[in-house]
Structure formats: C-alpha cells, structure tokens
C-alpha cells in the first residue's frame, strides 16, 4: 500500500541509491584526507559526533572543577528580593527597545469598513470536510493502472470529497479577505511590545529597592571571571546535541547523515552491485570499510553523554549559558551615578496613557488574525482545487488513464488533503471571532492618542544612553540566576553532567589514536578529483534523506500536534484570573508550527508522489530528482519554551498539567531527532545536477567540464548552525585521462 506517508518502492531505491554513493564518496575523502594529512583529525571526529565547531582539545581537558566553581557561586549567591521587579522592568525595556527598531510604517492598515468584512468569515462551516475519503483515493492513484472497480470506487470517493467541498462554498470574497488579512500583519509585532510595556512598571529606583539592586549587580562581579565561555560551550554542545538535533557544517563527511552511526553501513555498501559498478576500479571499496571500526568507541562514549540529555538538564544548561551570554556582553560596569541617571531617564519616557482593555483587544486580534492568515487561504485554494477536480478529473476517469496521469492526479489530491487539514486544524472559523471590543484601535490605530502616547515612549526608550544595554544585560542575567535557584535539582544536573564530560578524557584520547591508524595504500588522481565534489553531493542528498526521514514520521507528527492542541484546549477553558500572562507568550504560535509541518509533508509526499524513477536506474538518470525537489520549509519546533510554558500554569486549577507536560514531551522526542532545517541545502541541492554530472565524468575516467558554481542560494531566515560558506570553484580542464 503507498500511502501518504510511505512513498512507493521506487522512490526508496533511487534515495537509497544515492545515500550510498554520498557514503562511499565521503569515506573515500576521509581515507585520503587522514592519510596525507589534509583532514586534521579532531575536525572528523566532530563532525562524525555532531559536535558542531566544538574545540575537541576543550572537551579532552575538560576542567571540571571550574564548572563546579561556577556552578556553586551560582548557589550561593544570596539575590535580595526587594529589587525584582527593578531588574524585570529594565529586561522588559531592553526587549522593547530590541523590538520596536524593526516595527515598519502603518500607513497600509484597513478602515473600518473594511476590517469589517472579516467579520463575515465567522459564517463559514467546514464540518463536513471531517472525515473524507483520502486514503481510498490515494491508495488507488499509487495503482500503475486501475480496473472497473478501481475506477468506481475512485469516481465514488471523490464525488464524496468534491460535494462535501461544494457544500462549505460561500459567496464571501476570499480573496479579498486573504488581501486584508495581510494588510494587518504590521500588528502582530507592535501587540507584543504594547503588552509588553502595558505589562511592565517604570524602574524606579527609590530608597528601599536602591540598595538592593545596586547590592545584586555586585554579585556579578565575582561571577564574570568564572564564566569560561568554552567550557559551557562544550557543555551546552555535548549535551543539548544529544537531546536535540542541531544541523551543523561538515566539509568532509556531509554523506554520513547520522554520523558515526552510518559507518557501519560502509560494508553493505561496499558489496552493493550497483556501487561496484559505479565505481569499478577508480575506487577501493575493500579500503572504505577500514573506517567501520571506528564507530564503536564514538557509539560507547556518545550513550554516556545521551543518559543526561533530558529536557531538565538541558534546560538547566540552556540557563548557565544565558547567564553566561549576559554577563559576557556587559561592556562595561556602570557605576552608581550612572545606573541612578540612565534609569531616571527610563523613568521618564513613562509619561503615557496606557489602557489594559485595548492592550487586550489588541492581544486577541492578533491571535485570530494569524489563524485566519492560514486558514482562508487554505480555504480559498480547497475551492480552486474542487473545480478543477469537477471540471478535469471525475469524468474523464477511465481503465485506459495512464500512469503518470494517475501520479498527476495524486499529488493534487495530497495538496488538497494537506490544505483540508490546514482548515480544520484549530479553532474554527465561528470560534475566532474579529469583531472584538476596542475595534478602532484596530482600523484607526496610526491616529490613536493610545497609539501616539506609546510611540513617544518607544522612541523615548530608543534614545537612551548606551550605558542601557549594560544594565539591561546585568538585570537579564540576575533573573536567570533567579530561576535556576528556584530549582536547586539544576545544580545537581549541571554537575552530574560535567562529571560525564570529563571523564570522556580517555575515550577521546582512545578514539583519536584510533583515527590515526587510518590509512589509505594510495590516493589516487580520481580520489582527489571525486574529493571536490563530496560535500555538495552529500548535502543535496541529506535534503532527501531528511525529507523522506520527516515523512515517515508523519504519525509522530500528528501525535505532537494533538498533544500540543490538547494542551491550547486544555488552557483556553481557565479562568484568566488564575492563567500566568506569561503562558501564550512562552507558548508561542503553535499553530505555526502545525502549518509548518503540514506545509513540509504534503510537499515531501507531493514530491515523492512526482519522481518517476524505475529499478535499475543509472547514476545519471538519478540527477533528474533533484530539480523537482520542492523549496522545503524550516520547521521551527520551539519546543523549550513550550516546555517552560507549561510550568506556568498552576496544577491546583489544570491537576493533570504534569501528566500533559509529560505525554507532550514523549510526543516531542521523535521529532526532536528529525533535521528540520531544510534552507541551508537551497544551494547544493539546486547545483546537484551539474556535481552528479562531474562526478560521472571523473568516474568514466572523462575531463571534467569548465564549471563555474554560482553562489549559494540565501536561506530564508538564518538558522542555529556553522554557516555554509560559499565558494566558488574552477575545475580546470585537463588533458590526459585520470590515472588510477
């Protein structure tokens, strides 16, 4: 059966295909590069470890006592109370003052009767879009061909989908409503800061909290030397990458997707017929498997450091290294005069009229607004998408249809099905209602004495003396030692854990020695040659991999996403009165993250569903894969502030919290595994082509071609990684054939 989330034999050959070549290519490059030497050993061990830009000379001498010191001045560090709300007020401005620097012009906000029309959406009822017929459908679109039953069964199935379809259609614009919708997304961005301010307190400094936050801000002082970045960089790294995955840089071993992990695979591979054939006698493929022996001692030592990757202990480490962070990036420290003048300026941009009930309505457009931003244009395309259905497909079935019809057929249907879910998921349209109170802050925000009031105090907070960022940073790093205190198991955490890191002395010293033995009898010309093309090769088909990996873990994704919407339902029936206001802002938009991962597997599926490849294939046909592969998403989980969120709220109201905590975390570990960053492949994955047909010409012993690869495609947004930095390479034509 190939079903949404399981592509057809196929395709899985053609990915395994080239996830074999992408492996004999990086071991051949690691055998030449640690025999000649070009490839320092410590930069292949992290990289095979995920290590990311570790400095493994850190991890081997790794002082534990410095950790411990650090670790216990943390302890006893004795914070006085009075101050608090001192030291939240100047975070909070320093956030605004970091946010409202990329506020844009308001000049393109609807009137009201425009804004109005929203309002209409709330008539809108997909009830009957629960429930359809997808996997029928796309169980016999997976069909080379059909019978009379199989095309009776179709027709009647999407009938079914096409008039249930029909029976939400509205004489509502929508695209209208998708031009509105977006013509209110400046918003978004100035309700957090408004909340923030209209949350927030001047920082007053008067004579009973003067004291004692000029008394905290001692405390640092002692700290900051203490604070070595890179011993809590190996820290967080070792830890926080077995727990999570982090998408890292790898020059030379991009085609092990799992790292160590994949090594033992190398002699499977080296016994593969369609890679001995691949390769014939350019490459020794008896040499690639000497490579195996060094994924035990990396296996053995990374169990040791997964026993502590739990969500506890990597949020305990996560807080050390913002304190850290904070305490670092103070420049300078501001004396008492300084402090007293700098926040007696703060005090001033105060002078504004703030009003809760607009702040609220604010709060609560914003929320409708981004569900409705995703929903009416879903909505909009399910509709365009039926009539070509009614129009182009449902009558024109037939025995005779031919394969790559039915494939075409089938991925519409999948856009259709993941368009359907992207509707329903959430509230529902009568739920998310836009004619709230306040409705004029809305349609005439820009003009508002409310909205000007604030301005001032923005632009106010902006003009403040540099000596800010100090304070700020000082206040940010008190409240964090305050919050690992409120949990003294953290420090018993941060301690076990540095207990494991220095006792991996030995192993890595073992393992290092290890990866000197390795040699190759002969480098050749072709190895070299082949060498130059190992990592974009790699990287292209770890998007694939990747991609195909996400897709199979299509029913660990919906579990994430009933636990986390569980969790909203579950929140949503308090009372306000008892809900922290800090729950939706740690909480964050989850059903983002739910678009996103919709987004992501229907055009995996979509994809997987399009490439027609056959068994046998040959390495060069396997190139026309890659430019059909879709742009790919980054799916951002957030899945530590939605853990922090959760600790919010109070258990004597929701009694069953810890228990959702939990089940949300188990449906979190699967995906946490997944790589998800799909941006930083744009460029590799797009050159694929041209790298497959370079390396086809090196392995039939031809002159490569004159390429000149143009720069990296930039990713959409920057992610947590090592960048990819481009280069641009001239492979210059030779004249003899390579020798071997």
């Given at each position: 059966?190939?079903?949404?989330?399981?592509?057809?034999?196929?395709?899985?050959?053609?990915?395994?295909?080239?996830?074999?070549?992408?492996?004999?290519?990086?071991?051949?490059?690691?055998?030449?590069?640690?025999?000649?030497?070009?490839?320092?050993?410590?930069?292949?061990?992290?990289?095979?470890?995920?290590?990311?830009?570790?400095?493994?000379?850190?991890?081997?001498?790794?002082?534990?006592?410095?950790?411990?010191?650090?670790?216990?001045?943390?302890?006893?560090?004795?914070?006085?109370?009075?101050?608090?709300?001192?030291?939240?007020?100047?975070?909070?401005?320093?956030?605004?003052?970091?946010?409202?620097?990329?506020?844009?012009?308001?000049?393109?906000?609807?009137?009201?009767?425009?804004?109005?029309?929203?309002?209409?959406?709330?008539?809108?009822?997909?009830?009957?879009?629960?429930?359809?017929?997808?996997?029928?459908?796309?169980?016999?679109?997976?069909?080379?061909?059909?019978?009379?039953?199989?095309?009776?069964?179709?027709?009647?199935?999407?009938?079914?989908?096409?008039?249930?379809?029909?029976?939400?259609?509205?004489?509502?614009?929508?695209?209208?409503?998708?031009?509105?919708?977006?013509?209110?997304?400046?918003?978004?961005?100035?309700?957090?800061?408004?909340?923030?301010?209209?949350?927030?307190?001047?920082?007053?400094?008067?004579?009973?909290?003067?004291?004692?936050?000029?008394?905290?801000?001692?405390?640092?002082?002692?700290?900051?030397?203490?604070?070595?970045?890179?011993?809590?960089?190996?820290?967080?790294?070792?830890?926080?990458?077995?727990?999570?995955?982090?998408?890292?840089?790898?020059?030379?071993?991009?085609?092990?997707?799992?790292?160590?992990?994949?090594?033992?695979?190398?002699?499977?591979?080296?016994?593969?017929?369609?890679?001995?054939?691949?390769?014939?006698?350019?490459?020794?493929?008896?040499?690639?498997?000497?490579?195996?022996?060094?994924?035990?001692?990396?296996?053995?030592?990374?169990?040791?450091?997964?026993?502590?990757?739990?969500?506890?202990?990597?949020?305990?480490?996560?807080?050390?290294?913002?304190?850290?962070?904070?305490?670092?990036?103070?420049?300078?420290?501001?004396?008492?005069?300084?402090?007293?003048?700098?926040?007696?300026?703060?005090?001033?941009?105060?002078?504004?009229?703030?009003?809760?009930?607009?702040?609220?309505?604010?709060?609560?457009?914003?929320?409708?607004?981004?569900?409705?931003?995703?929903?009416?244009?879903?909505?909009?395309?399910?509709?365009?998408?039926?009539?070509?259905?009614?129009?182009?497909?449902?009558?024109?079935?037939?025995?005779?249809?031919?394969?790559?019809?039915?494939?075409?057929?089938?991925?519409?249907?999948?856009?259709?099905?993941?368009?359907?879910?992207?509707?329903?998921?959430?509230?529902?349209?009568?739920?998310?209602?836009?004619?709230?109170?306040?409705?004029?802050?809305?349609?005439?925000?820009?003009?508002?004495?409310?909205?000007?009031?604030?301005?001032?105090?923005?632009?106010?907070?902006?003009?403040?003396?540099?000596?800010?960022?100090?304070?700020?940073?000082?206040?940010?790093?008190?409240?964090?030692?305050?919050?690992?205190?409120?949990?003294?198991?953290?420090?018993?955490?941060?301690?076990?854990?540095?207990?494991?890191?220095?006792?991996?002395?030995?192993?890595?010293?073992?393992?290092?020695?290890?990866?000197?033995?390795?040699?190759?009898?002969?480098?050749?010309?072709?190895?070299k040659k082949l060498a130059k093309y190992s990592k974009p090769f790699g990287e292209a088909v770890n998007a694939l991999v990747s991609a195909d990996v996400a897709l199979s873990k299509t029913k660990e994704f919906q579990s994430l996403i009933a636990q986390g919407r569980l969790i909203e339902t579950t929140v949503e029936a308090l009372d306000e009165i008892v809900l922290d206001k800090n729950f939706w802002k740690?909480?964050?938009?989850?059903?983002?993250?739910?678009?996103?991962?919709?987004?992501?597997?229907?055009?995996?599926?979509?994809?997987?569903?399009?490439?027609?490849?056959?068994?046998?294939?040959?390495?060069?046909?396997?190139?026309?894969?890659?430019?059909?592969?879709?742009?790919?998403?980054?799916?951002?989980?957030?899945?530590?502030?939605?853990?922090?969120?959760?600790?919010?709220?109070?258990?004597?109201?929701?009694?069953?919290?810890?228990?959702?905590?939990?089940?949300?975390?188990?449906?979190?570990?699967?995906?946490?595994?997944?790589?998800?960053?799909?941006?930083?492949?744009?460029?590799?994955?797009?050159?694929?082509?041209?790298?497959?047909?370079?390396?086809?010409?090196?392995?039939?012993?031809?002159?490569?071609?004159?390429?000149?690869?143009?720069?990296?495609?930039?990713?959409?947004?920057?992610?947590?990684?090592?960048?990819?930095?481009?280069?641009?390479?001239?492979?210059?034509?030779?004249?003899?054939?390579?020798?071997?």
């Amino acid at each position: 059966m190939a079903s949404l989330e399981y592509p057809d034999e196929n395709t899985t050959q053609a990915i395994d295909k080239l996830a074999k070549t992408a492996r004999i290519l990086s071991a051949v490059t690691l055998l030449s590069g640690l025999s000649d030497g070009s490839i320092p050993v410590d930069n292949a061990i992290s990289e095979l470890m995920n290590l990311g830009s570790i400095d493994l000379k850190s991890l081997e001498n790794f002082d534990k006592t410095k950790v411990d010191k650090f670790i216990d001045k943390l302890k006893s560090v004795n914070l006085r109370d009075e101050s608090k709300y001192v030291e939240e007020s100047v975070r909070n401005l320093y956030t605004i003052q970091e946010k409202w620097k990329t506020v844009g012009n308001l000049t393109g906000l609807p009137d009201g009767n425009t804004y109005k029309k929203l309002y209409a959406l709330n008539n809108i009822d997909v009830s009957s879009l629960k429930n359809l017929p997808f996997d029928n459908v796309l169980d016999l679109l997976a069909k080379p061909s059909l019978s009379e039953a199989d095309v009776g069964s179709l027709k009647t199935s999407l009938t079914d989908i096409s008039t249930k379809i029909g029976s939400t259609k509205t004489s509502i614009s929508l695209e209208e409503m998708v031009k509105i919708l977006e013509s209110l997304k400046p918003l978004y961005i100035i309700s957090e800061v408004f909340s923030l301010l209209g949350a927030s307190s001047p920082p007053i400094l008067g004579l009973h909290n003067a004291d004692s936050f000029f008394t905290n801000f001692k405390f640092l002082d002692g700290l900051t030397s203490d604070a070595d970045s890179a011993l809590f960089d190996t820290l967080g790294k070792v830890i926080s990458y077995r727990f999570v995955f982090h998408p890292t840089n790898r020059d030379y071993s991009s085609g092990f997707l799992n790292g160590f992990n994949d090594l033992n695979k190398l002699e499977e591979d080296s016994k593969d017929e369609w890679v001995q054939k691949l390769f014939g006698s350019f490459v020794r493929l008896d040499e690639v498997t000497s490579l195996v022996k060094l994924q035990t001692p990396m296996m053995e030592m990374d169990k040791k450091w997964s026993t502590h990757a739990t969500p506890d202990v990597y949020n305990s480490i996560r807080r050390v290294m913002n304190i850290r962070q904070s305490l670092v990036g103070v420049t300078k420290k501001e004396s008492k005069k300084d402090i007293e003048d700098i926040l007696g300026t703060a005090d001033n941009c105060w002078a504004f009229r703030s009003d809760r009930l607009a702040n609220e309505a604010i709060k609560k457009f914003v929320k409708g607004t981004a569900e409705l931003s995703r929903k009416v244009p879903a909505f909009l395309q399910i509709h365009k998408s039926n009539a070509q259905l009614k129009a182009e497909v449902i009558d024109k079935l037939s025995t005779s249809i031919k394969s790559g019809d039915l494939k075409e057929i089938r991925s519409a249907i999948i856009r259709l099905q993941s368009d359907i879910k992207s509707v329903l998921d959430g509230r529902s349209f009568k739920d998310i209602k836009m004619d709230i109170p306040y409705v004029p802050v809305i349609t005439k925000f820009s003009t508002l004495d409310f909205t000007q009031d604030h301005k001032k105090a923005f632009d106010c907070l902006l003009k403040l003396k540099s000596g800010f960022k100090n304070i700020a940073l000082s206040a940010k790093a008190i409240l964090e030692i305050r919050d690992l205190k409120a949990n003294l198991k953290s420090f018993d955490d941060l301690k076990s854990s540095s207990i494991v890191i220095s006792e991996s002395s030995s192993s890595l010293k073992s393992i290092r020695q290890l990866f000197g033995t390795i040699k190759a009898k002969n480098s050749t010309d072709t190895i070299k040659k082949l060498a130059k093309y190992s990592k974009p090769f790699g990287e292209a088909v770890n998007a694939l991999v990747s991609a195909d990996v996400a897709l199979s873990k299509t029913k660990e994704f919906q579990s994430l996403i009933a636990q986390g919407r569980l969790i909203e339902t579950t929140v949503e029936a308090l009372d306000e009165i008892v809900l922290d206001k800090n729950f939706w802002k740690e909480w964050g938009d989850f059903g983002e993250t739910v678009h996103q991962i919709l987004s992501l597997t229907s055009k995996v599926s979509e994809w997987e569903n399009e490439i027609e490849v056959f068994n046998g294939t040959s390495f060069d046909e396997l190139a026309a894969v890659f430019p059909k592969f879709p742009e790919l998403n980054d799916v951002e989980i957030d899945f530590m502030d939605r853990l922090s969120s959760l600790k919010l709220v109070n258990p004597v109201w929701t009694p069953n919290i810890n228990e959702l905590r939990d089940d949300f975390i188990k449906s979190l570990k699967p995906v946490l595994k997944l790589d998800l960053q799909f941006s930083r492949f744009k460029s590799a994955v797009a050159g694929m082509p041209e790298t497959m047909k370079q390396v086809s010409r090196v392995l039939k012993g031809e002159n490569e071609d004159l390429v000149v690869y143009p720069p990296p495609v930039k990713p959409d947004k920057p992610v947590d990684t090592e960048r990819i930095l481009f280069t641009i390479i001239i492979v210059m034509m030779v004249s003899c054939f390579f020798t071997t």
